[in-house]
């Protein structure tokens, strides 16, 4: 049984100045929580999958 089985991500969002960040630091330091920042999530994550099921996302996006 893996370490990390049974365990879903979690996406958190909120409007600008609303304490996100604060809260991202505030779970980024308990030992079994990992946070991403935004921009490496929606590149690395959320727009290859968005690719792949639209098959093109507009340059103005910024993913190549």
Do not use: F, N
């Not at 996100?20 to 330091?29: I, P």
């Amino acid at each position: 049984e893996g370490e990390r089985e049974g365990r879903q991500p979690v996406l958190l969002s909120g409007a600008p100045q609303s304490g996100t960040t604060l809260l991202m630091r505030m779970l980024d330091a308990h030992p079994e929580i990992a946070a991403a920042d935004e921009r490496e999530l929606l590149s690395g994550v959320v727009l290859p999958s968005l690719v792949e099921a639209v098959g093109d996302v507009p340059e103005a996006l910024g993913y190549k």
